[in-house]
């Protein structure tokens, strides 16, 4: 009889830590995974023209992308410069 008590403590022991997790994952890892699919898709869909921001802040005007070493060349203030496509940033 004492066996089946301790047993189904030592369920309900985990049963904080789950529910841990599962806070974790919806409130700091799913939202993570879903900005950086939107990153992703609006990194592969950037054209010429378009004005963005860098990570690290710049501000310019797309004046060409190079496919092959996948770069993007920004047109700023000071002037052209070249950036990994995966620099450019959504917000």
Same mark, same amino acid.
Request: glycine residues 8%; hydrophobic residues 40%.
């Given at each position: ?44 869909? $950037? ?5 963005? &921001? @860098?990570?690290?802040?710049?501000? !310019? #005007? %797309?004046?060409? $992308? ?5 770069? &993007? @060349?920004?047109?700023?203030?000071? !002037? #052209? %410069? ?10």
């Amino acid at each position: 009889m004492q066996t089946i008590f301790l047993q189904a403590g030592g369920i309900l022991d985990f049963a904080p830590f789950i529910l841990m997790l599962g806070v974790l994952y919806f409130f700091m890892i799913r939202p993570q995974m879903k900005r950086q699919k939107k990153e992703k898709e609006f990194q592969s869909s $950037i054209k010429k023209g378009t004005k963005v &921001i @860098t990570s690290s802040g710049i501000h !310019g #005007k %797309i004046v060409e $992308i190079n496919d092959n070493d996948n770069t &993007i @060349t920004l047109e700023t203030g000071a !002037g #052209k %410069i070249k950036f990994e496509r995966s620099a450019i940033s959504l917000d």
